[in-house]
């Protein structure tokens, strides 16, 4: 499998920005997109970068600053600049500063990804003729996210976006999906590794926390995981502390970051969460996509986690075969990227060999495979209401009994969802967690 080259796009146009974005991840690069130079040196800073395809007046920007650097990062990265026109003289003092190539208009797709792709064969001859074995999880991650599908880049380039502004950010997706770590890349991205980054649990007691020292900084991320669960008396206190942060005295450079593992309006619908909390903190939301949605990121996703979990556990290199890397492909993972990594340690721990199999993956996920096509047996003139309680109860087994994606995947609302469980005492068989 040929890893995707990470191009760096600097362009300040958004409408060509954009189409060149497109144009490149159709063809299977990734693309990382920026509008100017500040941008451009922090992701250089932060990642590692193939090619990169920068507007010329951006390049000559501070004497060449951000070509020097980039050439300091990575000496092998190409360069190709794009300007206005090809003026000769100019073009030579590019090409002597070690720009790969220089593009003029007309910018038709077509050249744009010839050049491209001509940048990409002359890495691919710079590796063989030097033997580089480039370290495997660069090509593919970002901020140490790892994913090459379309919506993990999506997300990537809204995390470098939402960076740059200070409003508070509501990070939406289900249990083990990565939302922390997305909070700690705009931390990153925004700050650096100096500054603070404080983690506020919403489901725990929080007794006397908006009056403690604890949020008391100046400068840095208050990341309240899982707000969700936070009981009404303490969503008023924290209205009042962040309005204050906003609005008060206590301003300062920090950044609000707000998890929940459902829809807050789900929450606000019930009466469970205050809507004026949910539109303070709503101001720019990202949902983030559960596994099953980026089924294309899984092999990457297993290749970094047995490289891993090998190291953690001082073994050797350890491989999966084609077959069970197909059947982790398929299942549908309820517990999302944390379900497959705690899964894989188990596979490895447990396994006398240097290569997983079948045999190795937990039965339950084999099982689960068949749930998924509707394999479920009900034998003919089953009365209706105990085939509609047969299909409750194998469909929470099926989503580890989380009632939002269980009510999703039957199509029913939450709240009919909950009454069918009072009715059928599904809820004596059914763990307390929702």
């Not at 990265?77 to 794009?82: D, G, L």
């Not at 188990?346 to 099982?367: A, F, K, N």
């Amino acid at each position: 499998m040929k890893l995707p080259r990470k191009v760096l796009l600097i362009e300040d146009d958004i409408l060509l920005r954009e189409r060149w974005e497109n144009l490149l991840r159709d063809e299977g690069y990734y693309v990382i997109a920026v509008w100017n130079r500040s941008l451009a040196l922090n992701c250089l800073e932060k990642e590692e970068i193939d090619i990169m395809l920068i507007e010329e007046e951006v390049l000559s920007e501070n004497s060449f600053e951000l070509l020097a650097f980039a050439r300091q990062r990575f000496p092998d990265m190409v360069v190709v600049v794009t300007g206005r026109e090809e003026n000769p003289s100019r073009v030579r003092e590019l090409l002597a500063k070690g720009v790969y190539e220089y593009l003029a208009p007309p910018f038709t797709p077509s050249r744009i990804l010839s050049v491209i792709r001509r940048a990409d064969d002359h890495l691919t001859l710079l590796e063989e003729n030097k033997d580089l074995r480039r370290k495997f999880t660069h090509r593919f991650s970002f901020a140490g996210i790892t994913g090459v599908s379309e919506k993990m880049q999506r997300i990537f380039n809204l995390i470098l976006q939402v960076s740059q502004v200070k409003r508070p950010v509501l990070l939406v997706g289900e249990q083990g999906t990565g939302k922390e770590m997305v909070a700690r890349a705009i931390h990153r991205y925004a700050f650096g590794e100096e500054k603070p980054f404080v983690r506020i649990l919403c489901g725990a007691t929080l007794q006397g926390l908006f009056q403690g020292d604890i949020l008391r900084i100046e400068e840095g991320t208050l990341y309240f995981e899982d707000v969700h669960l936070l009981a009404l008396p303490f969503q008023a206190e924290l209205l009042e502390f962040l309005e204050e942060h906003r609005f008060g005295r206590r301003g300062g450079n920090v950044r609000i970051i707000a998890s929940s593992e459902i829809p807050l309006e789900e929450r606000v619908a019930q009466g469970a969460f205050r809507n004026d909390l949910y539109y303070f903190l709503s101001v720019i939301k990202i949902e983030i996509p559960p596994l099953r949605e980026r089924k294309e990121d899984i092999p990457f996703l297993v290749d970094q986690f047995l490289r891993d979990i090998a190291e953690e556990t001082g073994r050797g290199p350890v491989r999966i075969d084609r077959e069970a890397l197909k059947i982790l492909i398929e299942y549908d993972w309820p517990g999302n990227v944390v379900e497959l990594k705690n899964t894989l340690e188990g596979m490895v721990i447990l396994s006398q060999s240097d290569v997983l199999t079948p045999e190795d993956i937990p039965e339950h996920i084999r099982r689960g495979n068949l749930l998924r096509e509707g394999v479920i047996g009900i034998r003919l003139g089953t009365p209706l209401k105990e085939v509609e309680k047969l299909l409750i109860r194998e469909t929470l087994k099926a989503h580890r009994f989380n009632k939002t994606r269980t009510a999703q995947a039957l199509g029913i609302s939450l709240r009919t969802l909950y009454r069918k469980i009072e009715e059928y005492h599904l809820d004596e068989e059914t763990p307390q967690k929702t």
